[in-house]
Structures are given as C-alpha cells and as structure tokens.
C-alpha cells in the first residue's frame, strides 16, 4: 500500500492558508519597523561557514542507539504511522539534543542540521518511523499539500525521472518539490520545515540557508526602497489547493513586523504564477525587487550539501532556504524526507501576528503517510 490513511475528516471549507487570514490583507505597514536587527538570528553565512560546530549536530554511537530502541518500542505497537507520537517513540538522552535544536530555532540561529544517523541501515517504513518519530519532539505534522500528505517526499517526478512522471514541469500549478529545477529563496507554508535525506542523487541539489533579518539588514543599507514595497500586501498564488468556494489567490505581506519580532513570507513560485490570472495586474517594480533578493541572497547564503541521513531542520518565520537544480540518473534519484511542523506556543514562546490556526488543508478529506513519492 502507497499511503497510510491517518484519519477520515469531513470536507469543508480552510479559512486560512500558510498561516493567513484568506479574507483580509494581512500586513502590518502602520506599525514602526526596526532600522536595523541584531542578535543570534542575524548571522553572517561566512562566520557559520567557517565554524560548522555552531550549526552540525554529529550524531554519538549513544544518540543511535537510543533513537534505534525508540523504533523497535514503535514497531511493536503495530500501529499506523501517522500515530507516532513522543509517548509511543520514547527518547531518553536523544530527546534533550532534539530539544535543543528547537530552542536554536526559535531563539538561536533559526535552522539547525543533525548528521550521521545511519538512515539506510532501515528499511523505508523505519525510516519514516525514525523522521516522524524525532519530529514528534519538534512539533504537531501538518499537511503539507492538498493531497492530504504529512510525509512529503522531495524527489523529481516529471518529465525524464528515474522513477516516474506524474507532473508537468511546465504546469503553473505544479510544486518545485517535484521536479529538478532549482528552487529560488522562500519559506514554506509551517513554523518549521524538516528534511531527511535519502539519497543525494548525481550531482546539484545544493541546499542554501539566509537569515532573512541578515536580508533584512542589507535591504536597509541597499536598498530601503524595497523594505517598503514589502511591507505592503502583495497576492500569492494557492497553485489550486483551495476549496471550491475559495478565491485561488491571496493577499499577504513579504514583511511583518509584530510583538518586536519580525516575520518574513517570501515565496517567487507563489508569485511569479500569479501572471496566469487575466483580471490580476502585477507592478514590476515586485519582480525587480524579488530578483534583487535572489542575488542577495544567493552572495550572502550559507551552502550546504546535504549527506545521506543528515536531518535538516529550518524555522520559516527568519529563514530563507534554497536548492540548486540537480541531476538525477538511475541508481542515484535524489530522494529527500519532508515534515512541516505547527510548533506549540508554550515550546516556541512566541506570538502569532494572524490565524496560524488549523490551516491544514482540510478539504483533501483525510491525511496521508505515503512511503514513496506520489
């Protein structure tokens, strides 16, 4: 079987999407914006570049073997995946690693990766168990697309695949996810973003990370221009995962600034896309200022290249994260693990500035753990 079912729920219409009141304009513009962000969340890419200890977690024989009885205690439950939880995949010294990490993402560096987990040594459905058994430390899994997936797989499924064509790269509609075209600086549409990887593929499929307070900053020096077009509300493309009642774009702000935090929503494939709608006109002066911020970011990014069982994980509210386009070939089809996490207040201790409410795509009818790619 493809897919775990985890639960039936009845259809109806989601009020909100990636965090946003689908009926209003959310942004903040009248409220005063910092001249400038300092702190842990404000990093330079070459001085965690040049001390990889700040941001690698190395995984010890002792973290291993706790994590490897916490699946063992899973599996003999014998129950369905989407039913991990901390109280049935029992950490004991791992946990506090995990809960570090959290704490670095919301009051440290933002992002976070863990390496050396001997993840093939698992067959996929452990390898599942082992993800979403960490992640149940993290946060709450949501939805991840209209499909109702809670376990998303990052791997090319269009035209010229390893493996299989399912979408059409040209498709408007169609997730970067699942192609192998490089994937330009955004967030994703969940407090925190996890990924495992699987398989690092041929070649590419570089993985970039940018402080978008670090941006932030730098649009102040360069170009304070843009800080202003961003504080305004600009419409976003849903890609068709709305309801059938539902406008199939919406309005929100690149930039928010709330309870002396600031919020970044940054997505160009949500945006570009939005040219598809004949009663919509797009300022060019919003295409100039997001191809000026892809430059930046590309010169000031934090690369990486993620290696079989690093576990990555990203908080989307101050980090901007990126991929190069990669080559696949048989035998070596990059493959990648994802969560998206809702992350309770009382763990991250921060304050929303909108719904962030249960925008899981409810109308997909029910939520799925799907052990390949789909």
Same mark, same amino acid.
């Given at each position: 079987?493809?897919?775990?079912?985890?639960?039936? #729920?009845?259809v109806?219409?989601?009020?909100?999407?990636?965090?946003f009141?689908?009926?209003?304009?959310?942004?903040?513009?009248?409220?005063?914006?910092p001249?400038?962000?300092?702190?842990p969340?404000?990093?330079?890419?070459?001085?965690?570049d040049?001390?990889p200890?700040k941001?690698?977690?190395?995984?010890t024989?002792?973290?291993?073997?706790?994590i490897?009885?916490?699946?063992?205690h899973?599996?003999?439950?014998?129950?369905p995946?989407?039913?991990i939880?901390?109280?049935n995949?029992?950490?004991?010294?791992f946990?506090?690693?995990i809960?570090?990490q959290r704490?670095?993402l919301?009051?440290?560096?933002?992002f976070?990766?863990?390496?050396?987990f001997p993840?093939n040594?698992?067959e996929?459905k452990?390898q599942?168990i082992?993800?979403?058994?960490?992640?149940s430390y993290?946060?709450t899994?949501k939805?991840?697309?209209?499909?109702?997936?809670v376990?998303?797989h990052?791997?090319?499924?269009t035209?010229?695949?390893?493996t299989?064509?399912?979408y059409?790269?040209?498709?408007?509609?169609?997730?970067?996810y699942?192609?192998?075209?490089a994937?330009?600086f955004?967030?994703d549409?969940t407090?925190?973003?996890?990924?495992l990887?699987?398989?690092?593929?041929?070649?590419?499929g570089?993985?970039?990370?940018i402080?978008?307070?670090?941006?932030?900053?730098r649009?102040r020096?360069?170009?304070p221009d843009?800080?202003e077009?961003?504080?305004e509300?600009?419409?976003?493309d849903?890609?068709g995962?709305h309801g059938p009642?539902?406008?199939p774009?919406?309005?929100?702000s690149?930039?928010?600034?709330?309870?002396?935090?600031?919020?970044t929503?940054?997505?160009?494939h949500?945006?570009e896309?939005?040219?598809r709608?004949?009663e919509?006109?797009?300022?060019?002066?919003?295409?100039e200022?997001?191809?000026?911020?892809?430059?930046?970011?590309?010169?000031?990014?934090?690369?990486?290249?993620?290696?079989?069982?690093?576990?990555?994980?990203v908080?989307?509210?101050?980090i901007?994260h990126a991929r190069?386009?990669y080559?696949d070939?048989?035998?070596?089809?990059r493959?990648?693990?994802?969560?998206w996490f809702?992350?309770? #207040?009382?763990?991250s201790?921060w304050k929303?500035?909108?719904?962030k409410?249960?925008y899981?795509?409810?109308?997909?009818?029910?939520?799925?753990?799907?052990l390949?790619?789909?």
């Amino acid at each position: 079987m493809s897919a775990a079912a985890i639960a039936s #729920q009845p259809v109806k219409e989601d009020k909100s999407w990636r965090g946003f009141d689908v009926n209003s304009d959310n942004q903040t513009a009248h409220v005063q914006f910092p001249d400038r962000i300092t702190g842990p969340s404000a990093w330079d890419s070459k001085d965690l570049d040049a001390h990889p200890e700040k941001w690698i977690y190395h995984v010890t024989e002792q973290d291993i073997a706790d994590i490897d009885q916490a699946v063992k205690h899973f599996v003999s439950l014998n129950l369905p995946l989407g039913e991990i939880s901390q109280d049935n995949f029992p950490l004991t010294t791992f946990k506090q690693v995990i809960i570090n990490q959290r704490e670095n993402l919301f009051h440290g560096l933002g992002f976070g990766l863990i390496r050396g987990f001997p993840i093939n040594n698992y067959e996929r459905k452990e390898q599942a168990i082992v993800f979403m058994g960490i992640g149940s430390y993290i946060g709450t899994r949501k939805p991840q697309n209209g499909k109702g997936h809670v376990l998303g797989h990052v791997k090319d499924l269009t035209a010229g695949s390893t493996t299989k064509a399912v979408y059409d790269v040209e498709d408007p509609t169609t997730r970067i996810y699942a192609t192998r075209k490089a994937q330009p600086f955004h967030v994703d549409g969940t407090d925190v973003v996890a990924l495992l990887c699987l398989n690092e593929g041929q070649d590419g499929g570089l993985s970039a990370v940018i402080s978008s307070h670090t941006v932030y900053n730098r649009l102040r020096e360069l170009r304070p221009d843009i800080i202003e077009l961003m504080k305004e509300a600009w419409l976003w493309d849903r890609k068709g995962e709305h309801g059938p009642n539902e406008a199939p774009y919406m309005k929100a702000s690149p930039l928010i600034y709330f309870d002396e935090r600031l919020f970044t929503f940054w997505g160009p494939h949500f945006f570009e896309t939005m040219t598809r709608f004949p009663e919509v006109k797009i300022e060019e002066e919003k295409f100039e200022a997001m191809r000026y911020i892809q430059e930046l970011a590309e010169k000031e990014a934090l690369n990486m290249k993620l290696q079989v069982g690093d576990m990555q994980f990203v908080q989307n509210y101050q980090i901007l994260h990126a991929r190069t386009a990669y080559v696949d070939r048989p035998g070596q089809t990059r493959h990648l693990l994802r969560l998206w996490f809702m992350v309770n #207040q009382s763990d991250s201790r921060w304050k929303m500035p909108f719904t962030k409410g249960d925008y899981n795509y409810e109308y997909a009818g029910e939520q799925v753990v799907p052990l390949e790619a789909e």
